[in-house]
């Protein structure tokens, strides 16, 4: 469980967060959604104790992340967008850092390397970026942590290699863990990431699962959004017009993440008023 309750933070007088309040449950993988300078990357640094609220509360499975105890830290894994790694084999970066892990799975790290096509006995500074964040992803997923924290982990993948950690991140979750990935490539997390989060405005502005958006919202292709009513959003694309509209039947419909953000980010009140009310 991660809980944020009014929650404040910025850099020198710049507020990023005003009484921001969000709350992740285990069981999911939760896609975190936001403009560049939105805050996602500051936000997983909060969870995970490298940054302090300067107001309010942050708590993950009851600690407070900036004390920074072993037992939350045994438990939280976060792989940052840029990263370090130190001028060593992959296997002898398993056996210094495995043990700091209690459900590490030695097992399924070698298969996690298998299919991304990584030979452990490789230094990690001859590797290229891609490949880096391959190992790292492997590393990460393999902990069995109960929070696992990822910044954009599909950039420097290639085409191949996307594909396989959409796999391995889809078998690696269980109903006690929660995953957590910021990215600015939906297309590339679309049919993985559920709930999702769009954050803006120092503030978490959409918060729904896919089952609910796609119940309550419908986009489709039309020639022209301006001769039909409750268009929320229309957004010009190749053969006509993706246009975001009142789902009216309640069935449940096929989402494009890139479509809905732009709608939220656009028109957030009157695409929120169409859910009803949190109690």
Avoid: W
Avoid at 99 to 104: I, K
Avoid at 236 to 243: E, N, P, R, S, T
């Amino acid at each position: 469980m991660v809980k944020i309750k009014n929650l404040s933070f910025g850099y020198g007088k710049e507020k990023l967060f005003t009484a921001l309040d969000v709350e992740l449950v285990p069981g999911n993988i939760y896609g975190l959604l936001g403009r560049n300078g939105a805050g996602k990357t500051t936000l997983l640094k909060l969870i995970s104790g490298l940054r302090f609220p300067q107001d309010g509360e942050c708590r993950v499975l009851n600690y407070i992340p900036q004390k920074r105890l072993p037992g939350m830290l045994e438990e939280l894994y976060f792989i940052p967008e840029e990263f370090f790694v130190p001028p060593i084999s992959m296997g002898a970066y398993e056996k210094i850092y495995a043990p700091f892990y209690p459900r590490f799975d030695r097992k399924a790290l070698a298969d996690y390397l298998k299919e991304f096509d990584l030979d452990s006995k490789k230094k990690l500074t001859e590797l290229s970026y891609g490949q880096k964040k391959k190992f790292l992803l492997a590393f990460g997923i393999a902990t069995n942590c109960r929070i696992c924290l990822l910044d954009e982990p599909t950039n420097g993948l290639d085409i191949p290699s996307k594909s396989q950690f959409r796999k391995i991140l889809a078998s690696a979750l269980t109903d006690d863990r929660i995953i957590f990935v910021s990215t600015h490539q939906v297309r590339d997390m679309e049919n993985l990431i559920d709930p999702i989060i769009i954050l803006e405005d120092g503030q978490i502005i959409f918060n729904r699962y896919i089952h609910d958006i796609s119940r309550h919202l419908i986009i489709q292709m039309e020639h022209d959004p301006l001769q039909t009513g409750d268009v929320l959003y229309s957004a010009k694309v190749l053969g006509g017009y993706a246009v975001v509209k009142k789902n009216r039947s309640g069935e449940e419909s096929r989402m494009d993440l890139e479509i809905l953000f732009n709608a939220v980010i656009t028109n957030r009140e009157k695409i929120n008023e169409l859910f009803p009310k949190e109690v």
